[in-house]
C-alpha cells in the first residue's frame, strides 16, 4: 500500500511540474495537424508558405475566436509575413478544415545554402459543440527547409 501511494505522488509531482514547466504535448487527441512546406527548397531571400493541415474529429471544430495564431522560435532565419490565411465555414466563427491554412514566410537574404530549421509554435482552440467545451492547443513546429543557390 505504501509503495502504490508513493508511486502516485511521484506521479503527480512529475505531471505538476511539466505543467509548471509549460510544456505541452505534441499532439492533439481530438485534432489531426499536419504542416509541411510547399516549397522543399528554396533560395536566400525567396517567400515561402506554410501549409497546415487540421483534421478534428467529428463533433470538433477550429474556431476563429480568440484567432489561431503561429509564432517563430527566435530565429533571424525566416521571417512571418502577415497572417494566417484560411477560409471560414458557413456559420463564420470556424474555420473551414476541408481546405489548408497558408502562412506566408521570407528566408533571409544572408542565409547560407544547406538545411535550416523552421521552428516555433502554432496555437489554436478548439471545442465540442455537443458537450459545450473549447481549449486551447499549441502545436509545436520543426520542419527542414533546404536552402539552395
Request: include cysteine.
Amino acid at each position: 500500500m505504501k509503495s502504490y501511494t508513493l508511486i502516485i505522488i511521484i506521479s503527480l509531482l512529475i505531471f505538476n511540474l511539466t505543467l509548471i514547466a509549460g510544456e505541452s504535448p505534441k499532439t492533439n487527441e481530438f485534432v489531426k495537424c499536419e504542416i509541411s512546406v510547399k516549397q522543399k527548397s528554396m533560395k536566400a531571400g525567396a517567400s515561402g508558405e506554410l501549409l497546415i493541415s487540421l483534421k478534428p474529429k467529428d463533433g470538433i471544430h477550429i474556431n476563429l475566436d480568440p484567432p489561431l495564431t503561429l509564432k517563430l522560435d527566435s530565429s533571424t532565419v525566416f521571417s512571418i509575413v502577415g497572417k494566417p490565411i484560411f477560409s471560414k465555414t458557413n456559420k463564420s466563427e470556424y474555420i473551414d478544415i476541408t481546405k489548408p491554412i497558408k502562412q506566408p514566410f521570407t528566408l533571409s537574404k544572408k542565409i547560407k545554402p544547406g538545411l535550416v530549421q523552421l521552428k516555433g509554435t502554432l496555437s489554436y482552440f478548439y471545442c465540442s459543440g455537443s458537450d459545450g467545451w473549447c481549449a486551447r492547443f499549441k502545436q509545436p513546429i520543426d520542419i527542414s527547409v533546404k536552402v539552395i543557390q
